[in-house]
């Protein structure tokens, strides 16, 4: 099968995605990182440098891609120095070890293919997380995942109750 790129993430339904202070997510819901394993396993991730910083390590079984101009090279991690270039390095994977590439945030990265390269995203996964889970943030980060699934014709949608949230997949069913 071809592979896809596709964004996955959590949010509340007023565009929560973290906490700029503590660099954490604002809740705890083992049931969407299950999900979030689930769906990512395998494949390539792209993340920004803060997002890795937050994880704090490669995420296992998964080739791992920082978009940074700063970080140094890290073992396990591939680090590439623009948007572009993470783009450029998931076209020019050879045939044989092409993957499902996966852009998990942060809101830097989610903005910048927000405003450009939609086109290429085929499958979105949305985790929208209750508000009765959510901690009090100091400084909330915001990004309307969405936004990637506005005004797109033809796609489908699965939708799966979590405990502290509801998970909704949007499938491109032209690709
Ligand atoms: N709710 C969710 O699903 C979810 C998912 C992921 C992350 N998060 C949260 O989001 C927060 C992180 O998001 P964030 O927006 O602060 O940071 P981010 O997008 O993860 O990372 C920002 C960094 O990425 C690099 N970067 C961004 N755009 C770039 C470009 N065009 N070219 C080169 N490098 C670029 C820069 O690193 P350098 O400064 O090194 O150049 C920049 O400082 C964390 O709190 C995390 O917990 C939430």
Redesign the pocket.
């Known amino acids: 099968m071809t592979p896809r790129l596709g964004v996955?993430?959590?949010?509340t339904e007023d565009g929560l995605?973290?906490?700029?202070a503590?660099?954490?997510?604002p809740w705890d819901v083992p049931d969407d990182l299950f999900h979030f394993m689930s769906r990512t396993i395998d494949s390539v991730v792209f993340?920004?440098?803060?997002?890795?910083e937050?994880i704090g390590r490669p995420l296992h079984r998964r080739l791992n891609v920082v978009?940074?101009?700063?970080?140094p090279l890290t073992p396990d991690v591939t680090v590439v120095?623009?948007?572009h270039s993470a783009l450029s390095f998931w076209n020019r994977m050879e045939p044989e070890l092409a993957r499902d590439g996966w852009f998990?945030?942060?809101?830097?990265?989610?903005e910048?293919l927000a405003s450009q390269k939609t086109k290429w995203i085929s499958r979105v996964s949305i985790?929208m997380i209750d508000q009765s889970v959510v901690r009090p943030v100091d400084k909330p980060?915001h990004f309307d995942l969405r936004r990637f699934v506005k005004n797109k014709e033809n796609w489908s949608v699965t939708t799966q109750k979590i405990r502290g949230g509801e998970i909704f997949e949007y499938n491109d069913i032209k690709f």
């Open positions: 996955i993430g959590a949010m995605i973290g906490d700029y503590s660099n954490k997510f993340m920004g440098r803060r997002t890795f937050s978009i940074s101009r700063t970080m120095p623009s948007f998990i945030g942060g809101r830097e990265i989610w910048k985790t980060i």
